[in-house]
C-alpha cells in the first residue's frame, strides 16, 4: 500500500473553486489507483489579528479546517502570514503544520510527503519530512521556479528545498533545465505532463454554431490565464487591431483587470474583446472547442494546462516561446510560436485563420496527455521514493 499525503496551497475550496483545480484533478486520479490511499493537506496562510477579518482573507477564514473534497479526506489547517513577505512563509507554514501531520500520521501512516508546488510548500514539505522521518518530493509548475526561484530572498529557500527533496518533478523539460540552472539535482528530476479530460475537451461538431451559441459571428480568438502582466493579455488586446474581423474571449480574473479594461477602451475594441472573469471548469470545454485559435502571449510558463484543453478540442495555438511550448507546438497542426509582439502574435494568428488545420489533427497533438498516464506516472515516482527504489536516469520522462 502506497500512502502519499499530498501537501499544496493550491487547492479549490468552497470559495475558489477552480483554484489549483489541476492539482485537485492529478489528486483525483492518483487516488483511484489500486494500492493507493492519498489525504491532502492544503494550508490557508491568514494574517494575523483584525487583518483577518479583511474581506480579503474572511471567507478563507470561515472554511472548515477538515473535510471530504469530492471523496478526498482533506485539512484546511491556517498559518500565519505577512503580505507582501513570502520568504518567511515556509518556516510560519511548518511550524503550524507539524502538530497536524503528527496527529494524521497516527491513524494514516503515510510514507511520503508530496508536495505540489516548489514554494512556499516545497521548503515547508522539507522541513516537516524532517521532523517526522518522510521522504518528500516537490512539483515543479512553472511560476514557483521562474518568480521565486529567482527572487533574492527566496531562492536560496527553493534551491535548498530542491537539493534536500528525495525526488522532484517538472512540468515540462524546458523547466527541467530551467531547475538544473538552480544548482538542483538533474538526476533526481522527472518530467511529469499535465493531463486533459479528453472526453470532455473534445472539438465542436459544428465550430460555427458554437460561435453563434456564444453570440460570435467570424474568428473567435481565446485567452485563458489569470490577469495577471505575466500573462500577456495587454499583447493580445495589441494583437486584435491587426485583426478587424475577430472576437478575442479572455478567461480569468485578477489584478490587471481595470489595465486591461482602459486599453480595450483606447483601442475602441469594446465590442469584440470581452474580459469574461473567472469561469467555471465546466464552461471551458464549450469555450475552447468554439475557439478558431487559442492565444496566450506569457512571459514565463512550465506547461499551461490551458494550452492541451486547446488543442484537445482542436483549437490551434498562438503562444510565446516559453516553458514546454516547443513541447506542446511541435508540429504545424498545433499551431504557431511567435515573439510576445502584437505584430507577430497578430500574423500568426492571421496564418492559421488563413489555412485553419484539420481539428482532428490539432486534437491528435494533445492525446499523450492523459490524467491516467499523468496518476500512473506520479505513482511510479512516488511509490520508487516511498519503497526505497534507485533514480531512473536523467532522460526518463514521467
Not at 499530498?6 to 492539482?23: C, E, K, Q, W, Y
Request: net charge neutral.
Amino acid at each position: 500500500m502506497l500512502r502519499v499525503l499530498t501537501l499544496s496551497t493550491l487547492f479549490p475550496d468552497a470559495t475558489r473553486p477552480t483554484f489549483g483545480i489541476f492539482v485537485e484533478r492529478q489528486t483525483l486520479g492518483l487516488a483511484a489507483l489500486p494500492g493507493v490511499e492519498v489525504e491532502v493537506v492544503a494550508p490557508i496562510g491568514l494574517p494575523p489579528g483584525p487583518l483577518a477579518r479583511h474581506p480579503r482573507w474572511r471567507a478563507l477564514g470561515e472554511l472548515p479546517l477538515h473535510e471530504s473534497w469530492k471523496g478526498l479526506n482533506v485539512h484546511r489547517p491556517r498559518f500565519p502570514v505577512m503580505p507582501g513577505i513570502g520568504a518567511l512563509n515556509p518556516a510560519a507554514m511548518a511550524r503550524a503544520l507539524e502538530p497536524l501531520l503528527r496527529r494524521i500520521r497516527e491513524g494514516f501512516p503515510f510514507g511520503i510527503l508530496d508536495a505540489e508546488f516548489f514554494f512556499p510548500d516545497g521548503p515547508a514539505a522539507i522541513r516537516l519530512g524532517a521532523a517526522l522521518g518522510v521522504p518528500v518530493s516537490i512539483k515543479a509548475r512553472g511560476a514557483d521556479i521562474h518568480h521565486w526561484g529567482r527572487q533574492m530572498l527566496t531562492r536560496s529557500e527553493v534551491r535548498r528545498a530542491g537539493q534536500a527533496a528525495a525526488g522532484l518533478l517538472a512540468v515540462s523539460a524546458a523547466l527541467k533545465a530551467d531547475m538544473v540552472t538552480l544548482s538542483l539535482p538533474e538526476e533526481r528530476i522527472r518530467v511529469h505532463y499535465t493531463g486533459v479530460d479528453l472526453a470532455r475537451f473534445r472539438p465542436a461538431s459544428d465550430r460555427i454554431a458554437a460561435k453563434a451559441a456564444l453570440g460570435v459571428r467570424g474568428p473567435l480568438l481565446l485567452s485563458v490565464g489569470a490577469l495577471i502582466a505575466r500573462k500577456g493579455h495587454a499583447l493580445a488586446i495589441e494583437a486584435m487591431t491587426r485583426l478587424p474581423d475577430a472576437t478575442l474571449m479572455i478567461v480569468g480574473q485578477g489584478p490587471e483587470r481595470a489595465a486591461l479594461e482602459t486599453l480595450i477602451a483606447a483601442r475602441g475594441l469594446g465590442d469584440r474583446v470581452r474580459l469574461l472573469g473567472a469561469q467555471p471548469h465546466e464552461a471551458l470545454p464549450a469555450l475552447a472547442a468554439a475557439a478558431d485559435v487559442g492565444v496566450l502571449a506569457s512571459a514565463s510558463e512550465g506547461l499551461a494546462n490551458a494550452w492541451v484543453e486547446c488543442l484537445a478540442c482542436g483549437t490551434p495555438l498562438v503562444i510565446s516561446d516559453v516553458g514546454g511550448a516547443r513541447e506542446l507546438v511541435d508540429r504545424p497542426e498545433a499551431g504557431r510560436i511567435v515573439a510576445r509582439e502584437p505584430d507577430a502574435i497578430a500574423a500568426g494568428v492571421a496564418e492559421l485563420l488563413a489555412a485553419a488545420p484539420d481539428p482532428a489533427a490539432v486534437r491528435a497533438t494533445a492525446e499523450r496527455f492523459t490524467w491516467e498516464v499523468n496518476a500512473a506516472a506520479l505513482h511510479r515516482h512516488l511509490a520508487g521514493i516511498a519503497h526505497g527504489a534507485p533514480a531512473e536516469p536523467v532522460s526518463a520522462e514521467a
